[in-house]
T-cell receptor
Framework: AQTVTQSQPEMSVQEAETVTLSCTYD???????LFWYKQPPSRQMILVIR??????QNATENRFSVNFQKAAKSFSLKISDSQLGDAAMYFC????????????FGQGTRLTINP | NAGVTQTPKFQVLKTGQSMTLQCAQD?????MYWYRQDPGMGLRLIYY???????DKGEVPNGYNVSRLNKREFSLRLESAAPSQTSVYFC?????????????FGDGTRLSIL
């Protein structure tokens, strides 16, 4: 079975600085997607960024980028120029490309932004 | 543009009571999902429906039943609520098949079982 592990329960960063959230996963499959979701206090689940495993190029969305290391099964999220609105729980998630789109989530990392 | 709508948003039950959580989506998605979120843990899949007329167990199905009423609606039922089912429940929907389109989530239902 696939598993996703986020080893940092909490992280903090100064406003305008850069922070990296870690995620590792375990799978025997070769074709899959990886996601980072943001959950603010409102409880909404907001997609931040996604990565297709077959793409070597790391995904980027404005201030958010990933470092995808397929061989190491690592998928970290880098947030540049951190803003107060970035404060939230961040979840790493995995799913296979084929078949039912069942997401497997990590435990989450709570990110605090210090003004 | 409502997306995924869950009702109710909050509910308190007594042990042994039954309850149905409702979920509806207006994006014409084929697939729908129910997750639960507990403190210190990520979301875990309870049940899913890959298409209208089909349902399958996820990671934590015990104590729950689901009904895919039609393409829009997917309900989750607790027949005899237990304190261990105290959680935040999320419904989600997505396109079916090998697509990179993400799942869209509702705002969650906070359920407390006393």
């Amino acid at each position: 079975a696939q598993t996703v592990t986020q080893s940092q329960p909490e992280m903090s960063v100064q406003e305008a600085e850069t922070v990296t959230l870690s995620c590792t996963y375990d799978t025997s499959e070769s074709d899959y997607y990886l996601f980072w979701y943001k959950q603010p206090p409102s409880r909404q689940m907001i997609l931040v960024i996604r990565q297709e495993a077959y793409k070597q190029q790391n995904a980027t969305e404005n201030r958010f980028s990933v470092n995808f290391q397929k061989a190491a099964k690592s998928f970290s999220l880098k947030i540049s120029d951190s803003q107060l609105g970035d404060a939230a729980m961040y979840f790493c998630a995995y799913r296979l490309i084929q078949g039912a789109q069942k997401l497997v989530f990590g435990q989450g990392t709570r990110l605090t932004i210090n003004p | 543009n409502a997306g995924v709508t869950q009702t109710p948003k909050f509910q308190v039950l007594k042990t042994g009571q039954s309850m149905t959580l409702q979920c509806a989506q207006d994006m014409n998605h084929n697939s729908m999902y129910w997750y639960r979120q507990d403190p210190g843990m990520g979301l875990r899949l309870i049940y899913y429906s890959a298409s209208e007329g089909t349902t399958d167990k996820g990671e934590v199905p015990n104590g729950y039943n689901v009904s895919r009423l039609n393409k829009r609606e997917f309900s989750l039922r607790l027949e005899s609520a237990a304190p261990s089912q105290t959680s935040v429940y999320f419904c989600a929907s997505s396109e079916a098949g090998p697509t990179d389109q993400p799942q869209h989530f509702g705002d969650g239902t906070r359920l407390s079982i006393l």
